[in-house]
């Protein structure tokens, strides 16, 4: 039986100076359907979405919504319409206050603003038995700053619901979630779709869009580029079609490795969460090889990341730079050893945002006499720097006097890695260099890290994306609970079993809780 | 020591602690909702001022003293919309235009102030409202003298304490402008206008602080002098970061500053011979600033203020 159109997107088409972000897209929901929306970053899913909410106004075409039994325009620009319309949306970066409860964000607007008192409980009661038939819990009473990820995740559908969303659309729901929370998401959203829920969601993870969604469409630059049902789609032909092209996995040609660049001998660091801790921790990176460490997130990995960058020293042990000790342990020193270094937030930790691309480009090495002349700046060799180093990189944007913040996640990663580049490192540190990255983002991100190897680098790639770390890596790691341990094997599951602790040799035996207390990542 | 403890028994100086928070309170409060809503509005100082010159000249022009206290009101109201519409929509920041406001307001009332009365060596005077004497209540011993021979003025701050407190705790409405000062983007997300409730926070604010000026000119004293409110408005600023943004701890704090300053005359006039009266005159601000120093390393400031926000950008 044929479902009845909920919604249709007919012509949508928004421009962003020259850049056409929209180009006449159409799309339809019907009830009770989960349509998913595939694209590289950048392709206009957001702004397709953005649009359907009214928070942006379209330069062309209109939003359909079934209200009474036919299909009405809504008026453009008005999010307060799109929710009278029974349309909810969550947002990627999450549309909360922080300093209010979680029942005071959903009813936020929900009530009239006017009145001198408020009449919560038959309100409180109506959130609870949402929370009950939807199986999403929160904590009503706490304060949105105070929560995870997750649960911040679940108030922001229940305050789509609670305003009697019928169309829910969801922007990369599980970029921010552990799997675990992930799957708990699906499994309540499956409820909600069998009672009549519609859903739009927004990912480039491949394997969830094919476990969840019933149809699919797949964004490239602005316009529609297909459509198919889930059923008969696979991972080879989407990914394709995001691409405009089919891509294949980097090749690794076999290790060559040389002399040690970089050793942690029983190093130890104390710290008041889990996360902060590394315990007795020992390795030996080579030059030429590329280490992977893979692990359930909140492990120790960014303990381990920030010793490597210089930004802790350890209580115990010692770090080892072409077999000489470091005394001294700061970012400063770690530069000068030539160690580059990929952070994990590319966005807080990795660019100031305020400053230019060309500014950017240098910020590591500032005392170089390239850059500076007795204290001056030298501006024309900088852009110059930088002009080489964008087209080396490819990295795109409004040019490279402009704010690093204004470019976008794979281009900003890109700018990172002109600047490691640049340094010649010996060693690199790539925390999650993927993370929130489209294919082709990631596919150079990945050859360039392979292409440092070549040249004798020795590459530490911490990941949480298995399927990243087999390709890349010669060695395999797996950190659990503070400590690291070689996994000796590349099969899939046993790796899996190690990142919740269960290991098959007598030294850490019986972490299993920790992996899941770890799970839950905060922000 | 013995004088230095009585000081705290007479009630007399309860009675000017309170008093000399009066305009205070009215400050914190004002600069409290605006901050809470996002925006910082250093135009305090001058709306200070508009609110003693505008309350006291339309009293002197004929209006009753509550009439005066409307007028004193909307002026700063109207200068408040002036400072919004710049910070709001426009989203200039809010440092400079504050301080344009402040610079701005006290040329006007000055401008407005010699316009009107140009050939006047010394302010006319006006009669300003009195304490109000409640028969019964009154008579209490200390604690009558102190809250029931206050003018009505201090009655109002009081009763905007509550006020302010009960809208920003259990009202809709303040559960909007808390989530305005927190992220702006929660609340365009729910449907609700950012910048209507930016600009009404701000204007009801600007109203509050120019109350403050108008007990100046209308209360404490019965006329209208340059260089009166004389820093009242900044240090309504700095109380708001003591008070970490509620306004019960705004009451506390601007009553602790009355009770520094009214601790600080009697201490001139006892020990005067000893030390400098200069030392006396700096105790107050010198004990807010450490006061300051302590609570503020603590502050939980509105994540969004200063901050400006755009329709349709997120």
Known sequence: ????????????????????????????????????????????????????????????????????????????????????????????????????????????????????????????????????????????????????VGERQRVEILKALYRDARVLVLDEPTAVLTPQEAESLFQSLRAMVAEGLSVIFISHKLHEVLAFSDRIAVLRHGRKVGEMATADADRARIAAMMMGEEIAPPERPPARPGAEVLALEGITLHGARARDRLEDVSLSLRGGEIIGIAGVSGNGQSALAALISGLRAPERGEIRLEGRALRRISPREMIRARVGRIPEDRHRDGVVGAMSVAENLVIERLDDPHVQRLGFLRTRAIRENAERLCRAFDVRGPGVEAPARLLSGGNIQKLILARVFDLSPRVILANQPTRGLDFGAAGEVGRRLLEARERGAGVILISEDLDEILALSDRIFVMHAGRLHEARTRDRARIGLMMAGHFEDETAWGGGLTAQTAGEARP | MMEFLDIFLNESFWTASLRIATPLIFGVLGALLCERAGVLNLGIEGIFVVGAMAGWMAVWMGASLWGGVLVAALAGAAFGLLHALLTVPLGLSQHVSGLGITLLATSAASFIYRTALPDVKSPPRITPFQPLDIPVLSDIPFLGPVLFQQTPLTWLALLMVALVWWVLARTPLGVAIRAVGDNPDAVAAQGLSVYALRIGAVMAGSALMALGGAFLTMSAFDAFFFGMVNGRGWISIALVIFASWQPGKALLGALLFGMFEALQVRLQTQAGALVPSQIFLMAPYVLSILALVFVARRADYPRALLKPWFKGQR
């Open chain 1, 1 to 148: 039986m044929e479902k009845k159109i909920i919604l249709k997107l007919s012509g949508l088409t928004r421009r962003f100076g020259p850049v056409l972000a929209a180009d006449h897209i159409d799309l339809e929901l019907r009830e009770g359907e989960v349509l998913a929306l595939l694209g590289e970053n950048g392709a206009g899913k957001t702004t397709l979405m953005n649009m359907l909410f009214g928070e942006y106004i379209p330069d062309e075409g209109e939003v359909l919504v079934r209200i009474d039994g036919e299909l009405r325009p809504l008026p453009p620009g008005q999010p307060q319409a799109a929710i009278e319309a029974g349309i909810g949306m969550v947002h990627q970066h999450f549309a909360l206050a922080e300093n209010l409860t979680a029942l005071d964000n959903i009813l936020l607007g929900a009530e009239p603003l006017m009145s001198l008192r408020r009449n919560l409980a038959p309100m409180r009661a109506r959130v609870e038995r949402l929370m009950a038939a939807s199986g999403l819990k929160a904590p009503l009473d706490e304060r949105v700053g105070a929560m995870s």
